[in-house]
């Protein structure tokens, strides 16, 4: 990007942010009732009557996952009675924080145990509430991380105990449905835990349909591309309830990802971003960007999510992502959005020269070795490919170290399919596609993670790429076509549909797949080779 275009870009998303936030009141320290929408949340404690409204008000922002602020209002509930011990539990699960964020690190796990500490003795809790301590407490049974699998499942066993012994508890069967699907698998096809979560969520929605903690998880629990389709109603309504939430803005766009609803995508990451920096939230602003960004490549907007990458390498300074504990969402964002931008756009030549940044995570990390690996080896310098694949080697045994073995697992799929490109820029085109087709099986044995909006570049997609390379059009479209069935509307697999479905001699399939291009970049401000292909195919 040249620094005109990069001025022009970056001045013109910040316009749009503040058109965006003069369509919303200006952000506040603390977030009132009816912005968050704790009115339609009822919380039983033994706490002073006093404190009722502010701990709803703390429990609609849990819901949201607008944890710092739930933890200034639960100290607000513990300045007008020192004696409420179920704030002290707020303030811990707060601690615990985004229950589908990964590995906890030390100092989460120990502010945790301390909060846990103060509840155990402050005060005279109920029953009731003895239980929502010790489920609490499950999670932050030590300071060491490694096990949060042992963590989670003890304490969906403990909310269990407490839903069946109090079954007309709604804020515990909600928590309940919350802790079943945080313990779902990524390779479980069968979504047991996340169906099992919505059933019991799906009949509370039904009788409080303004309940924001129901219409967020229920969009959790359907983030699925076989499910997504089920958390539509949710999702289109979710932002309404908690208008202030940049979280509740942006949480309906995992489900228009998964659809294909680039536009409203678009629209709803906007608004998170402007509510997000209107808190001063810069991970939260990250994240919603990452999802714009993703949105904006899909429909060919080039220049609107080149303003996204200005704004976001901007906040980098206020998201310090080699500090232990730093703000994952956001540190994902700051890896993944510039390596987003050269991928989606095949500028491989960018993404083989992106800078790495350490990161706490390796994960984080590891996305920028990948895009680096990959674009080496397809814009034809495979051998500089070889020191980002020894990194993601490197990152991969630090996600072991951390017993972290859903992101072992990605990590390891990057490694497998940027050496499959090396593999084959280097002539062996047979062993390549073999090599690319094993992590396409495995790749779809699992998931994307909640905090991105998808893979750096899907597998199976690239598999498409490398037969239509290796001349072998009529395999690719089978490819391009696994990959529409489960991330609709890509615009590099319809592009490649198209490419794949003309090269085998299919005109008429060609031809719908170019429309449909053209239809989802109906808005591009680009004019992407493939759009300019396009048009003239239809043309004639």
Known sequence: ????????????????????????????????????????????????????????????????????????????????????????????????????????????????QAAVTLAQQTGSPTPRESLYIDAVAELFADDQPGNQYQRTMAYENAMQTLTTRYPDDREGKIFYALAIN?????????????????????????????????????????????????????AQVYASLAPDAPHALHMPSHTFTRVGMWEESVNTNLRAAQAARNDNDAGSELHALDYLTYAYLQMGRDQAAAGVVERALSLTEQVNITAVGATQAGAFAIAAIPARYALEREDFTAAAGLTVNPADTPHTQAMTHFARALGAARSGNPDAASTDIDMLRTQKQRAEQNSDAYWTEQIDIQLQVSSAWVTFARGEQEQAIADLRAAALVEDGTDKSAVSPGPLAPARELLGM???????????????????????????????????????????????????????????????????????????
Not at 478 to 494: G, Y
Not at 500 to 512: F, K, L, N, P, S
Request: a negative charge; proline letters at 4%; charged letters at 20%.
């Open 1 to 112: 990007m040249n620094s005109q275009l990069k001025s022009l870009t970056a001045a013109v998303f910040t316009l749009t942010l503040s058109s965006v936030a003069a369509a919303q009141h200006s952000g506040q320290n603390t977030p009132d009732a009816s912005q968050v929408g704790s009115a339609n949340v009822e919380f039983t404690t033994s706490c002073a009557e006093s404190t009722r409204d502010d701990f709803n008000r703390a429990i609609a922002l849990m819901h949201s996952f607008w944890f710092a602020e739930a933890i200034d209002v639960f100290n607000d509930v513990l300045a007008e009675d020192t004696n409420c011990a179920m704030a002290h539990w707020g303030i811990a699960l707060s601690h615990w924080g985004n229950p589908f964020a990964g590995q906890r690190n030390a100092q989460q796990l120990q502010r945790g």
């Open 182 to 234: 945080q313990n779902a698998r990524a390779s479980d096809k069968t979504y047991a835990q996340q169906l099992k979560a919505a059933g019991i969520l799906e009949p509370l929605f039904e009788q409080y349909p303004e309940h924001p903690g129901l219409a967020h998880y229920i969009i959790h629990a359907y983030d699925h591309p076989p499910l997504a389709e089920r958390a539509l109603n949710a």
């Open 466 to 540: 490398m037969l239509l390379a290796a001349e072998l059009p009529e395999l690719a479209l089978v490819e391009f076509e696994a990959t529409m069935a489960k991330e609709p509307n890509r615009f590099l697999a319809l592009k490649g549909a198209a490419q794949a479905a003309h090269d085998a001699g299919d005109t008429e399939a060609a031809r719908g797949y170019y429309r449909e291009l053209l239809t989802v970049a109906a808005t591009a401000d680009s004019d992407r080779p493939a759009l300019r292909r396009a048009r003239a195919y239809l043309v004639n």
